[in-house]
């Protein structure tokens, strides 16, 4: 938005403008660039949007935000005071007039929008499409996990008249959130990468899951494209509706786009395409379906599959998702940013076939959102802890460790080899001098579990002994 002057803004949103006794240096031409809704993440030159929430009222931050540097702030139904050289803008709705700004930013954007939506994967289909779209155009996607009410509406807001694409990752924790969403960014591409047992607290079953992230499919035109999970029986049965033409991926054969000699080793996944061979930069056959979603996008934006196969080699994983470190001899595969029961399933595959001399150990915290299915998925998930991933030890932190060890102990798991613990800080003093070289060792638990703390412990510990 490098054209957006502060008198359009007040046009588009309308509210009361306030300027300072000392005025900004250019007025209401004052040229905004960037929009941030958190006040620690202000920096100079940027326009602080206070949001109300469940927890903050964003206005209350204001002057923090002026203290960073902010040139103006945006509040809704509450007073503030300009700071001098600066402006405020006093609007009905915060959040109603953030999403007018993306809708304005969206009419004048001439490339083609590629939403991506699933229950898993999203971020990284995000991400690959990303690469491969770049070999070739010029384009944005969402950072990190703008994915929600606040997130889609700041990534639009990238989107400037000269990019070829955007890709924006959506997501919801009940129905109707992907529908307002798509309504908002308006795809021409829509991407469902799979459907699972995740935020079933809002759902309330798989079945509601699935109907919500096919809400995407109703936003998509007539003239746009829909690229499916085509091995989910249940997106195939929600897509009969959809206006779009429909791109399947998978590997069955009854897909448009199908994978075939797909092998994963040494921190590689590869698989071909029609002939033409694919390699991935990633741990786990897990990122097949997101990759897959990539190649399918990339060939409807004409890219020849030579240059999408370059797109994929470039691609890199975004941090705590299989980042794959060494400590001390021992292997650390850090799958630490979130988890649900199918993540839960696809950490521990890789866990089982992954190549190491010593023990696999599963250290797991709390699969959060699940509802009243949670104490069952959490037994499931110690189940499969021995019957399919073949662990040797398990260590479970969280409201629910006790149900994911007596569910791996149910499985045949002796009892000293799986404990249950309430925070990963227990672990610590256990886990010192526990790790031995040839160990491999899975982390991996939901956001608000922070797992990632481990990981740095150990890492921490490795530096002290090496020094």
């Not at 993540?343 to 992954?354: I, N, W």
């Amino acid at each position: 938005m490098r054209d957006l002057t502060l008198r359009k803004l007040h046009e588009i949103v309308g509210g009361r403008l306030r300027l300072a006794t000392l005025a900004p240096r250019h007025g209401e031409a004052t040229l905004l660039e960037h929009v941030v809704t958190d006040s620690r993440q202000v920096q100079k030159g940027d326009v602080f949007w206070g949001l109300a929430g469940t927890r903050f009222d964003g206005g209350s931050f204001a002057e923090e935000a002026y203290s960073r540097g902010a040139t103006g702030v945006v509040v809704g139904g509450k007073y503030v005071q300009p700071w001098p050289g600066c402006w405020s803008l006093q609007v009905d709705d915060g959040q109603k007039s953030l999403d007018e700004l993306a809708r304005w930013n969206r009419r004048r954007f001439a490339g083609r929008v590629v939403a991506v939506t699933g229950s898993v994967g999203k971020t990284t289909a995000r991400n690959m499409i990303h690469a491969v779209l770049g070999t070739r155009f010029e384009g944005c996607s969402s950072p990190r996990n703008f994915n929600n009410n606040v997130g889609v509406p700041l990534s639009m807001l990238a989107m400037e008249p000269e990019h070829d694409f955007a890709v924006l990752e959506l997501a919801a924790s009940a129905a109707g959130e992907i529908s307002r969403l798509a309504t908002l960014c308006q795809p021409h591409i829509g991407v469902i990468t799979r459907v699972g047992d995740a935020h079933l607290g809002g759902f309330g079953s798989v079945e509601a899951v699935a109907e919500a992230k096919a809400e995407l499919l109703g936003a998509i035109p007539q003239d746009g494209w829909a690229v499916l999970a085509g091995d989910d029986a249940r997106l195939r049965k929600l897509a009969t509706g959809s206006r779009a033409k429909i791109v399947w991926f998978g590997r069955s054969l009854d897909n448009d786009l199908v994978a075939t000699n797909v092998q994963s080793r040494d921190g590689r996944l590869s698989f071909s395409v029609e002939g033409t061979l694919m390699s991935v930069g990633v741990w786990g056959r897990h990122y097949l379906a997101p990759a897959l979603a990539a190649v399918a996008v990339g060939r409807i934006f004409g890219i020849r599959d030579a240059q999408i196969a370059e797109g994929l080699a470039q691609f890199q994983s975004p941090p705590m998702r299989c980042q794959i470190t060494k400590v001390g001899g021992a292997t650390i595969i850090d799958d630490t940013y979130n988890a649900s029961p199918v993540a839960m399933r696809a950490a521990l595959e890789l866990l089982r076939d992954f190549d190491a001399p010593g023990r696999r150990i599963v250290v797991c915290g709390d699969m959060r959102e699940l509802g009243e299915a949670s104490g069952q998925l959490h037994r499931k998930l110690g189940d499969q802890v021995v019957t399919l991933c073949g662990a040797d030890l398990l260590v479970a932190c969280g409201d629910h460790a006790h149900e994911v060890v007596a569910g791996a102990r149910a499985a045949g798991m002796p009892p000293s080899q799986a404990l249950a613990c309430q925070q990963p800080e227990e672990l610590l003093s256990h886990w010192e001098s526990s790790l031995l070289p040839g160990d491999v060792v899975l982390v991996k638990g939901s956001r608000a579990m922070a797992m990632e703390r481990l990981v740095k412990a150990f890492q921490a510990r490795e530096a002290r002994c090496a020094a």
